[in-house]
């Protein structure tokens, strides 16, 4: 469902005309569509392309298609890059063997 809020946000960024039944045909679609091109990494240029004929499908422009799907690959990267500067900062957590001490519960 936040997928497909996703799609909301972005399809009311580009003001096109579009419906929540889109939404859930965008993202359903695009569930089958990588299914079918998993062998290839990181789907690089084939969800950029899927999304494009999608869109065309559903009758929003092509382009529109290209744009968010490039959109969502920089909010992946984003989120990546925050989790990498953040690791660092991540503790250990106990394992079974040791004893939780009254800190680590806080």
Known sequence: MLLVLEWLILLRATEEPFSILKAFLIEGASKFISL??????GQVGAAEG?????????GLPASSGFALAVARRFRSALVAGAGLILTPLWRDTPTGDE???REDRL
């Open 99 to 101: 004893p939780i001490r």
């Open 36 to 41: 079918a091109f998993f062998f290839i990494p």
């Open 50 to 58: 899927t999304y494009a004929l999608i869109f065309k499908t559903v």
